[in-house]
């Protein structure tokens, strides 16, 4: 595996995926926690889906900033003041119990309780990334960073079982024992910082235009934002964080028992992007995208509905392995249908309305559990998912890409 993600990588790339790995072993982790460490708080099931919004809504600001004026700068400068965020995050997290401070610094902060990465550092580093490939070989190099998000995202599903061992083999206490994974948390943060700062600005070439705001292709990229709007308020009902509340809600999952399922959900995402690169050639961008998503939120629909966790458990990981296969796909695909100069941009007005739309749903999503309604933020996502599906490739089938 380890081979897979670095082989033939030139050392700037190498440190941007990196840096990705350990921001997705923080999530991985963190998406979990979350909401074990909100109830140990004393907090209930609504407060978590409010606090998993406040963190989109932040996280969708502070794209949009990057969109607005990130060209303006270097991209690592960019990068270290996230890595910077990021740790100063961890240590809030684990300093302070108040309600509102952690809405607050859910808000200005890096925390992701989703299973995608929804952070300032997706555009800033797909952009860096944009750069550094050309043609079939972007959509390669975006497969192995979604892959190394996922393989340590895996990781980190199974380090959250960790405070249930702090706390069974040493007598560490619940809640402090929680608490030491934001310290963990932030400690990664330092270390981006430090693997950011050794990347160099990139020479530019001859034949490439300056970095620029959208221009010729900003009624594409709207009409993209928009439809992915709708995926991302669909997937914002069953955020990881969620996603692991209704399994303790619904089937009483310990969070080792969390921990584990949600390792094998990254391993079948992170083999799927995998298969999404050959797809993609044989079949192009968007037909992978979408035919390979309809059949995971049929999945999703059916977990809902069946009786025992066994069945629901083999459908959220039949969905799993379907999924994430859009992810490198719909980076390339973006990257590809604008001009080199308007990357990041693209990236970022991409981003943005997706961070927005999945930041409307925790707390809608929050609400239902909370009432009682267990099954209906999974059939309320897959639906709409099928929806977007439909609607991408209907608006786009014809679009040709740029050489």
Not at 69 to 87: E, K, P, S, T, Y
Not at 306 to 323: E, Q, T, Y
Request: hydrophobic share 60%.
């Amino acid at each position: 595996m380890a081979l897979v993600l670095t082989e033939g990588l030139e050392r700037p790339a190498l440190r941007i995926l990196t840096a990705r790995a350990l921001r997705a072993f923080c999530d991985g982790y963190v998406a979990i926690l979350l909401p074990a460490y909100l109830l140990a708080l004393g907090y209930g099931t609504l407060e978590v889906g409010v606090l998993s919004s406040a963190t989109l809504f932040g996280s969708a600001l502070a794209t949009l900033g990057v969109g607005a004026i990130g060209h303006r700068f270097d991209l690592r400068v960019l990068l270290r003041a996230a890595a910077v965020l990021m740790a100063l995050t961890g240590a809030g997290f684990a300093l302070f119990e108040s309600l509102w401070l952690l809405l607050a610094i859910a808000f200005a902060g890096t925390i992701n309780p989703s299973s995608g990465d929804v952070s300032v550092f997706s555009p800033l580093e797909q952009a860096a990334l944009a750069g550094m490939a050309r043609d079939d070989a972007r959509t390669a190099l975006f497969a192995r960073y979604s892959l190394a998000g996922s393989v340590f995202a895996a990781l980190g599903a199974i380090a959250a079982a960790l405070p249930e061992q702090l706390h069974v083999s040493f007598g560490v206490a619940p809640l402090d024992a929680l608490r030491s994974m934001f310290v963990l948390y932030a400690a990664a943060g330092a270390l981006v910082w430090w693997l950011y700062g050794a990347l160099r600005q990139p020479r530019a070439r001859a034949d490439a235009p300056a970095t620029a705001s959208l221009g010729a292709s900003r009624p594409v990229v709207f009409r993209l934002a928009a439809l992915f709007s709708i995926d991302a308020f669909a997937g914002g009902l069953i955020v990881n964080s969620l996603l692991a509340l209704w399994l303790f809600k619904r089937f009483g999952l310990s969070l080792s028992d969390a921990g584990a399922f949600f390792f094998c959900s990254s391993v079948l995402a992170a083999l799927s992007y995998l298969v999404a690169v050959p797809l993609a050639r044989r079949f192009g961008l968007l037909n992978t995208m979408v035919f390979t998503h309809i059949p995971s939120s049929a999945c999703l629909i059916l977990a809902a509905l069946v009786p025992n966790a066994a069945a629901a458990i083999g459908l959220l990981l039949a969905r799993s392995a379907l999924s994430q296969m859009d992810v490198p796909t719909r980076t390339a695909y973006v990257m590809g249908v604008v001009s080199p100069a308007e990357r990041p941009a693209a990236a970022s007005v991409t981003s943005v309305p997706r961070s927005l739309a999945a930041a409307a749903s925790p707390a809608l999503a929050g609400a239902m559990i909370a009432g009682g309604a267990l099954a209906a933020p999974l059939l309320a996502c897959g639906a709409l998912k099928i929806a977007y599906d439909l609607l991408l490739w209907s608006a786009f089938r014809r679009v040709k890409l740029r050489e």
